[in-house]
């Protein structure tokens, strides 16, 4: 038999049924069966199939009574994808198999990763108009018993939800039961609803508001409108196809009389998610009647659809498992070797980028003993997934309750022992998240290119006729039964508008738009922000609740740490910001802490009360203790007898409120109690207390307490060990230039058990550490000698290009702790254990400034006075006093850097200069970012070069390299749109080492990048000026301090980055750049000083300065930066095992009076002179500091 005989003996029996063939052609031709609308009761599904019947009886008619089938029907089956279908057909699963995993372990960025949903299971409604013949969760209303859950039922749910770490709200219900049921049609009623949409609309945005749970929301077959509403309160939303085979739908089939289960419809749902934007999940199940070759049409159906939208941004194999009391109980289930088949086959057509989930407590198993699951659920890695969907602590899989979910412990040891970390994810996938990178992720690229949206979504919004026509158009290509469609079925739309214009939202809305790229919020809105997420809402909206649970890269942040705030459970719990609102239940390892309880402010109707959800949350709880062991048994309702409380909607229908306006929720309720007594629909908890299992991420960004991979990866080995010859390399070179000179001696080469173990054995000892003066370039104090700088340029490259980078950046586990172990070893050989600091004083000269850059709270305007004090300038007398204090109080450099006022020009910098000369003439001036030398410089129209040559002159000593924010235009377009893009901020740097002034280098991090790609791109390019000019002394990590930045209070960033990415990137950099670049810095104001301290064991070596008068940190909420003397300053050095030593700003030795003075007025001094009276105090106490109005002006 050859492969063509094959695909047509394994499809239908065609020929027996024309009249079937022909009906569904007219199926796979057809956009549209007219999709559900809420609004309609009468219009359904069901319409289809008469009007399909219609058309074929016309083509019955038209042939003279005689219905012709054309020839070999199976032959176009695949159009263009019929010979992978063939491979594919004819292959066995192991072969599958190989060719699956390796497309799946291209995806670079879930490296070493397959992830779960922690989540709650809420089944809003059992009731369905569907009679599927597997079904157990549907059922039919009993007398007594309350057909939907109530809010308070539901938001019980979720909160006891978000105190074990779920991030899901995962809402399951029937499709449309108050179609076929008076009781849901009259229940909806009662509590003011037109239908069950509006009800999971109202539902799923109180969750949101009250638990920081993000609803994923599977409601059936809908339309474009429904969809566009639910968006509004949904991270994602889902369907599954389950199959494209019409013999399904015959008596005696899985779908016989099963309306929503009409291909035509449920393809229709997901075209109509495409156009509506809504990140999707689908899937197919097999096993209920389809073959082989059904299953890969559906997949390629999948395919074809996310090639044109790039939604779908999950596909589930799902395998039928047989139920007691149903149709199919007695049908024979699929073995696992046909669920590994089907699953490589689908890796294979949908590519490397698609996520691919195989439900872990379904997988067929030797027995279904734990050991026969574990050895299955190690097959179905090898058969190409990469998720394993929802598990929940708190709730029962409702749709399967005779299979529980498997332990995480299980189920982790499993995944790693495979070479995957098991890893929590967000109901919605990080390649939706608005996470801005110039690499574009490629699974949500999304192609609209010849459909249409106004026709039908803009009149399924505007019209209530229910007799609307169907908009018939071709299927994808895939499914594809015929070359021609019979006569009577209506060609498809040639309109080539395109298919993501959203027409709502007023004013403020994206008409006109690509509605994946968000332009809205007025003036001050965030530009090119993608829009799968709905934008509308400000904080207490789905994109701010999706970016407070996201890390860096997409994934579930786990964690309570926050830069700039104590840790968790020492002062936060005296603090109330916003970042805390929702969202963080979760446990850090790090320092053992719990979270506070979230103080959520909900806005709006008060629907269900929080006195009804706590005692709805005590009876859950109560629950816990009173059950002793985990029940699989299937659900049943609680005998809890309570009064319903009839809740009345803020809206009467969705035509008063359309997609887009979320005031509704702001709107009053009335609440009404009725007397019928009702049997609570609530839900058993699945857990007792003392074994439930929360979600909380390590310091090293696995699952607590789960297992991990044990020893690091061989890819990231090998980089490391490739670095490490680098740095051997250089290290010899320099000693031997030492070595030409004259002889030192130095420690003896150190060997380390942790280095030794992770880096693989005895290359350590040919190491020795060098002196604590590193390799600088002549342009820089206390300069390297002439041998010293032919060394640096005789270097070779550092072996890390922007990839291997940002693999690195994306290390968990063993491959993050092998990282920074690597970088310690590299820094303990550059630096010893000698940690620097200097002292300093800020002088930040206003605050008033013309940008708009949304993270900063420091910069003032007329608009932003009500955000933290109010405007100033500091006059040049006061610079003068200032500089002179700090000299006298021991400080070598004075820090100066401000807004960019409207009234500054370059000879108000060059005054300003002067002024802090003329206090201390023997001060290092550490000033103007290159934003302000190229505005200086732009403002007398001269070059670059010319203007910091006038610096210099004036007394400038060296730069410091802020304004980089994150050197990736993609990120610095919305997050600093009027600030010097890249190319400009490099220019200015490296003009400023031609002349002979060095700068530092910064990355500001944790808000709205992709962070390791852009992260990898900020490195190369500061490395990369480093390595032409030598004139970077250091670089400076600054994590994101979120809490008072207008960027997070409008609900469009992260909560900065978690305390593991912090790490992680002071690590790599000391790697990246080394040895172009000798210093890594600690940020201890916005890492606080304890973690600040921890980072000296990851390739740190500075802490920078005691920073007297810091304001930028501190405007934007930080708890820490106002000053940390010197004595303090040591203190935390010695306790991290270190040496500490005061520096100059370019790392020489400062004069020792200002070394004895700085710790003269120490506040330890003084605490220990026994001095008590506040006249002896003010010695050791700055003077006040005097502002003057924004207006005053600094220079004639």
């Given at each position: 038999?050859?492969?063509?005989?094959?695909?047509?003996?394994?499809?239908?029996?065609?020929?027996?049924?024309?009249?079937?063939?022909?009906?569904?052609?007219?199926?796979?031709?057809?956009?549209?069966?007219?999709?559900?609308?809420?609004?309609?009761?009468?219009?359904?599904?069901?319409?289809?199939?008469?009007?399909?019947?219609?058309?074929?009886?016309?083509?019955?008619?038209?042939?003279?009574?005689?219905?012709?089938?054309?020839?070999?029907?199976?032959?176009?089956?695949?159009?263009?994808?019929?010979?992978?279908?063939?491979?594919?057909?004819?292959?066995?699963?192991?072969?599958?198999?190989?060719?699956?995993?390796?497309?799946?372990?291209?995806?670079?960025?879930?490296?070493?990763?397959?992830?779960?949903?922690?989540?709650?299971?809420?089944?809003?409604?059992?009731?369905?108009?569907?009679?599927?013949?597997?079904?157990?969760?549907?059922?039919?209303?009993?007398?007594?018993?309350?057909?939907?859950?109530?809010?308070?039922?539901?938001?019980?749910?979720?909160?006891?939800?978000?105190?074990?770490?779920?991030?899901?709200?995962?809402?399951?219900?029937?499709?449309?039961?108050?179609?076929?049921?008076?009781?849901?049609?009259?229940?909806?009623?009662?509590?003011?609803?037109?239908?069950?949409?509006?009800?999971?609309?109202?539902?799923?945005?109180?969750?949101?508001?009250?638990?920081?749970?993000?609803?994923?929301?599977?409601?059936?077959?809908?339309?474009?409108?429904?969809?566009?509403?639910?968006?509004?309160?949904?991270?994602?939303?889902?369907?599954?196809?389950?199959?494209?085979?019409?013999?399904?739908?015959?008596?005696?089939?899985?779908?016989?009389?099963?309306?929503?289960?009409?291909?035509?419809?449920?393809?229709?749902?997901?075209?109509?998610?495409?156009?509506?934007?809504?990140?999707?999940?689908?899937?197919?199940?097999?096993?209920?009647?389809?073959?082989?070759?059904?299953?890969?049409?559906?997949?390629?159906?999948?395919?074809?659809?996310?090639?044109?939208?790039?939604?779908?941004?999950?596909?589930?194999?799902?395998?039928?498992?047989?139920?007691?009391?149903?149709?199919?109980?007695?049908?024979?289930?699929?073995?696992?070797?046909?669920?590994?088949?089907?699953?490589?086959?689908?890796?294979?057509?949908?590519?490397?980028?698609?996520?691919?989930?195989?439900?872990?407590?379904?997988?067929?198993?030797?027995?279904?003993?734990?050991?026969?699951?574990?050895?299955?659920?190690?097959?179905?890695?090898?058969?190409?997934?990469?998720?394993?969907?929802?598990?929940?602590?708190?709730?029962?899989?409702?749709?399967?309750?005779?299979?529980?979910?498997?332990?995480?412990?299980?189920?982790?040891?499993?995944?790693?022992?495979?070479?995957?970390?098991?890893?929590?994810?967000?109901?919605?996938?990080?390649?939706?998240?608005?996470?801005?990178?110039?690499?574009?992720?490629?699974?949500?690229k999304m192609s609209c290119k010849g459909d249409t949206t106004s026709a039908t979504f803009q009149q399924q919004a505007q019209s209530s006729s229910p007799n609307m026509s169907p908009h018939l158009a071709g299927l994808p290509k895939a499914v594809t039964l015929f070359q021609g469609a019979p006569d009577g079925v209506a060609a498809a739309s040639s309109s080539e508008e395109a298919c993501w214009l959203f027409p709502g939202g007023g004013k403020d809305g994206i008409l006109a738009a690509k509605a994946w790229l968000f332009p809205g919020g007025g003036k001050d809105g965030i530009l090119a922000a993608k829009a799968w997420l709905f934008p509308g809402g400000g904080k207490d909206g789905i994109l701010a609740a999706t970016l407070r649970h996201s890390d860096s890269t997409g994934y579930v942040r786990g964690s309570t740490w926050y830069a700039g705030l104590p840790d968790a459970g020492e002062e936060m719990s005296k603090t109330?910001?916003?970042?805390?609102?929702?969202?963080?239940?979760?446990?850090?390892?790090?320092?053992?802490?719990?979270?506070?309880?979230?103080?959520?402010?909900?806005?709006?109707?008060?629907?269900?009360?929080?006195?009804?959800?706590?005692?709805?949350?005590?009876?859950?709880?109560?629950?816990?203790?009173?059950?002793?062991?985990?029940?699989?048994?299937?659900?049943?309702?609680?005998?809890?007898?309570?009064?319903?409380?009839?809740?009345?909607?803020?809206?009467?229908?969705?035509?008063?409120?359309?997609?887009?306006?979320?005031?509704?929720?702001?709107?009053?309720?009335?609440?009404?109690?009725?007397?019928?007594?009702?049997?609570?629909?609530?839900?058993?908890?699945?857990?007792?207390?003392?074994?439930?299992?929360?979600?909380?991420?390590?310091?090293?960004?696995?699952?607590?307490?789960?297992?991990?991979?044990?020893?690091?990866?061989?890819?990231?080995?090998?980089?490391?060990?490739?670095?490490?010859?680098?740095?051997?390399?250089?290290?010899?070179?320099?000693?031997?230039?030492?070595?030409?000179?004259?002889?030192?001696?130095?420690?003896?080469?150190?060997?380390?058990?942790?280095?030794?173990?992770?880096?693989?054995?005895?290359?350590?000892?040919?190491?020795?550490?060098?002196?604590?003066?590193?390799?600088?370039?002549?342009?820089?104090?206390?300069?390297?000698?002439?041998?010293?700088?032919?060394?640096?340029?005789?270097?070779?490259?550092?072996?890390?290009?922007?990839?291997?980078?940002?693999?690195?950046?994306?290390?968990?586990?063993?491959?993050?702790?092998?990282?920074?172990?690597?970088?310690?070893?590299?820094?303990?050989?550059?630096?010893?254990?000698?940690?620097?600091?200097?002292?300093?004083?800020?002088?930040?000269?206003?605050?008033?400034?013309?940008?708009?850059?949304?993270?900063?709270?420091?910069?003032?305007?007329?608009?932003?006075?009500?955000?933290?004090?109010?405007?100033?300038?500091?006059?040049?007398?006061?610079?003068?006093?200032?500089?002179?204090?700090?000299?006298?109080?021991?400080?070598?450099?004075?820090?100066?850097?401000?807004?960019?006022?409207?009234?500054?020009?370059?000879?108000?910098?060059?005054?300003?200069?002067?002024?802090?000369?003329?206090?201390?003439?023997?001060?290092?001036?550490?000033?103007?970012?290159?934003?302000?030398?190229?505005?200086?410089?732009?403002?007398?129209?001269?070059?670059?070069?010319?203007?910091?040559?006038?610096?210099?002159?004036?007394?400038?000593?060296?730069?410091?390299?802020?304004?980089?924010?994150?050197?990736?235009?993609?990120?610095?377009?919305?997050?600093?749109?009027?600030?010097?893009?890249?190319?400009?901020?490099?220019?200015?740097?490296?003009?400023?080492?031609?002349?002979?002034?060095?700068?530092?280098?910064?990355?500001?991090?944790?808000?709205?990048?992709?962070?390791?790609?852009?992260?990898?791109?900020?490195?190369?390019?500061?490395?990369?000026?480093?390595?032409?000019?030598?004139?970077?002394?250091?670089?400076?990590?600054?994590?994101?301090?979120?809490?008072?930045?207008?960027?997070?209070?409008?609900?469009?960033?992260?909560?900065?980055?978690?305390?593991?990415?912090?790490?992680?990137?002071?690590?790599?950099?000391?790697?990246?750049?080394?040895?172009?670049?000798?210093?890594?810095?600690?940020?201890?104001?916005?890492?606080?000083?304890?973690?600040?301290?921890?980072?000296?064991?990851?390739?740190?070596?500075?802490?920078?300065?005691?920073?007297?008068?810091?304001?930028?940190?501190?405007?934007?909420?930080?708890?820490?930066?106002?000053?940390?003397?010197?004595?303090?300053?040591?203190?935390?050095?010695?306790?991290?095992?270190?040496?500490?030593?005061?520096?100059?700003?370019?790392?020489?030795?400062?004069?020792?009076?200002?070394?004895?003075?700085?710790?003269?007025?120490?506040?330890?001094?003084?605490?220990?002179?026994?001095?008590?009276s506040s006249e002896s105090k003010q010695q050791w106490e700055l003077d006040p500091l005097i502002f003057a109005k924004p207006g005053t002006k600094l220079v004639g």
């Amino acid at each position: 038999m050859n492969i063509k005989q094959q695909v047509l003996t394994q499809s239908h029996d065609l020929k027996a049924s024309p009249r079937l063939v022909l009906r569904a052609s007219v199926l796979q031709k057809s956009t549209v069966c007219q999709p559900y609308n809420s609004n309609l009761k009468n219009q359904n599904v069901r319409k289809l199939s008469s009007r399909i019947d219609s058309v074929v009886n016309q083509v019955v008619h038209q042939q003279g009574g005689r219905l012709v089938v054309p020839e070999q029907p199976a032959i176009h089956a695949c159009g263009e994808d019929y010979e992978l279908v063939s491979r594919l057909l004819a292959a066995d699963s192991t072969d599958l198999g190989i060719e699956a995993r390796h497309i799946r372990d291209r995806a670079v960025r879930r490296r070493n990763i397959i992830t779960f949903s922690p989540k709650v299971f809420i089944p809003l409604t059992r009731l369905c108009r569907d009679t599927c013949g597997y079904c157990t969760f549907a059922q039919p209303p009993r007398p007594g018993v309350r057909t939907y859950m109530t809010v308070d039922e539901v938001v019980a749910i979720a909160q006891l939800g978000a105190t074990q770490g779920c991030t899901e709200a995962l809402f399951t219900l029937g499709d449309k039961p108050e179609l076929k049921w008076p009781e849901a049609a009259e229940e909806l009623k009662e509590m003011g609803f037109n239908n069950t949409v509006d009800y999971v609309h109202f539902v799923a945005q109180q969750v949101l508001l009250q638990t920081g749970l993000l609803p994923h929301i599977n409601a059936g077959v809908m339309s474009e409108v429904d969809l566009r509403r639910l968006k509004e309160v949904s991270a994602s939303q889902g369907l599954m196809l389950e199959s494209l085979s019409p013999q399904l739908l015959m008596p005696g089939g899985a779908h016989h009389d099963c309306p929503d289960k009409e291909p035509v419809a449920r393809l229709e749902t997901l075209r109509a998610a495409g156009r509506a934007a809504v990140p999707f999940t689908t899937g197919i199940l097999i096993g209920i009647g389809e073959t082989r070759q059904d299953r890969l049409l559906a997949l390629l159906a999948i395919r074809d659809m996310h090639e044109k939208y790039g939604h779908i941004q999950e596909v589930i194999v799902q395998n039928f498992r047989a139920k007691k009391g149903t149709a199919m109980y007695n049908h024979p289930e699929p073995d696992l070797e046909e669920l590994q088949w089907t699953l490589s086959a689908a890796r294979i057509i949908l590519g490397s980028e698609m996520n691919l989930q195989a439900p872990p407590n379904l997988t067929p198993g030797d027995g279904e003993t734990m050991t026969g699951l574990r050895a299955s659920w190690a097959a179905l890695i090898g058969a190409g997934i990469n998720d394993w969907g929802g598990i929940s602590p708190v709730t029962r899989d409702y749709v399967n309750p005779e299979k529980p979910w498997p332990h995480l412990g299980d189920l982790a040891d499993v995944t790693a022992s495979c070479g995957f970390h098991l890893l929590p994810r967000l109901p919605l996938y990080p390649e939706y998240l608005p996470l801005l990178s110039s690499k574009e992720f490629p699974l949500r690229k999304m192609s609209c290119k010849g459909d249409t949206t106004s026709a039908t979504f803009q009149q399924q919004a505007q019209s209530s006729s229910p007799n609307m026509s169907p908009h018939l158009a071709g299927l994808p290509k895939a499914v594809t039964l015929f070359q021609g469609a019979p006569d009577g079925v209506a060609a498809a739309s040639s309109s080539e508008e395109a298919c993501w214009l959203f027409p709502g939202g007023g004013k403020d809305g994206i008409l006109a738009a690509k509605a994946w790229l968000f332009p809205g919020g007025g003036k001050d809105g965030i530009l090119a922000a993608k829009a799968w997420l709905f934008p509308g809402g400000g904080k207490d909206g789905i994109l701010a609740a999706t970016l407070r649970h996201s890390d860096s890269t997409g994934y579930v942040r786990g964690s309570t740490w926050y830069a700039g705030l104590p840790d968790a459970g020492e002062e936060m719990s005296k603090t109330s910001f916003p970042a805390m609102q929702q969202g963080a239940h979760s446990s850090d390892s790090v320092n053992g802490s719990t979270s506070v309880p979230a103080e959520v402010d909900v806005p709006g109707p008060e629907v269900a009360s929080n006195s009804n959800a706590s005692s709805f949350a005590a009876h859950y709880l109560q629950d816990y203790r009173d059950s002793g062991s985990e029940s699989s048994s299937s659900p049943t309702a609680t005998t809890t007898t309570t009064t319903s409380s009839i809740q009345t909607a803020p809206y009467e229908s969705c035509e008063d409120h359309p997609a887009g306006d979320t005031g509704a929720a702001s709107s009053s309720t009335a609440s009404t109690t009725t007397t019928t007594t009702t049997t609570s629909s609530i839900p058993k908890v699945r857990l007792s207390l003392n074994k439930a299992w929360s979600v909380s991420l390590s310091h090293n960004g696995i699952v607590q307490g789960l297992p991990g991979l044990a020893p690091p990866s061989h890819q990231v080995l090998s980089l490391l060990k490739e670095v490490m010859s680098f740095a051997e390399k250089v290290s010899s070179k320099n000693s031997s230039f030492e070595q030409e000179g004259q002889t030192q001696t130095g420690p003896e080469p150190h060997s380390g058990d942790v280095e030794v173990k992770l880096l693989g054995g005895p290359w350590l000892s040919s190491f020795r550490k060098r002196k604590q003066q590193p390799v600088l370039s002549h342009v820089i104090e206390a300069a390297a000698s002439y041998k010293e700088q032919a060394l640096l340029q005789r270097s070779p490259s550092n072996p890390l290009g922007q990839e291997e980078v940002e693999l690195l950046l994306r290390c968990r586990g063993a491959d993050m702790d092998a990282v920074c172990a690597a970088a310690d070893n590299v820094r303990r050989m550059l630096a010893g254990d000698v940690v620097s600091y200097v002292v300093n004083r800020n002088i930040n000269y206003t605050n008033v400034c013309t940008l708009k850059c949304q993270f900063c709270a420091f910069s003032k305007g007329k608009a932003e006075e009500e955000l933290r004090g109010l405007p100033y300038v500091v006059p040049l007398e006061e610079i003068t006093r200032r500089t002179a204090e700090a000299w006298s109080r021991g400080a070598t450099e004075v820090c100066m850097q401000g807004g960019i006022h409207p009234d500054f020009t370059g000879h108000t910098y060059l005054a300003i200069l002067k002024a802090a000369k003329k206090g201390a003439p023997g001060v290092h001036v550490h000033a103007f970012s290159p934003l302000e030398v190229y505005q200086g410089a732009s403002s007398l129209g001269i070059p670059l070069t010319e203007y910091l040559e006038m610096l210099k002159d004036a007394g400038l000593g060296s730069l410091p390299g802020t304004a980089a924010e994150v050197l990736d235009d993609a990120v610095r377009s919305t997050l600093c749109p009027d600030k010097i893009n890249t190319q400009q901020w490099l220019e200015v740097v490296e003009a400023a080492h031609t002349v002979g002034l060095p700068t530092t280098s910064t990355l500001m991090f944790g808000h709205i990048e992709e962070g390791p790609s852009s992260w990898a791109k900020h490195l190369v390019e500061i490395r990369s000026v480093a390595e032409r000019t030598g004139g970077i002394s250091e670089f400076v990590p600054l994590p994101f301090v979120h809490m008072q930045a207008p960027i997070y209070l409008k609900g469009a960033s992260r909560r900065g980055p978690t305390l593991r990415e912090c790490v992680l990137l002071h690590a790599v950099a000391r790697l990246a750049l080394f040895p172009s670049i000798a210093n890594i810095q600690a940020s201890w104001v916005k890492m606080g000083p304890k973690h600040a301290s921890a980072l000296l064991v990851s390739g740190c070596n500075d802490m920078g300065g005691v920073l007297m008068n810091e304001s930028i940190t501190r405007a934007a909420g930080a708890a820490h930066g106002q000053e940390m003397d010197p004595s303090r300053m040591e203190d935390v050095i010695r306790q991290a095992g270190r040496v500490p030593k005061q520096r100059t700003t370019l790392y020489g030795e400062p004069d020792p009076d200002q070394v004895h003075k700085s710790f003269q007025f120490c506040t330890s001094s003084y605490e220990a002179s026994g001095m008590r009276s506040s006249e002896s105090k003010q010695q050791w106490e700055l003077d006040p500091l005097i502002f003057a109005k924004p207006g005053t002006k600094l220079v004639g």
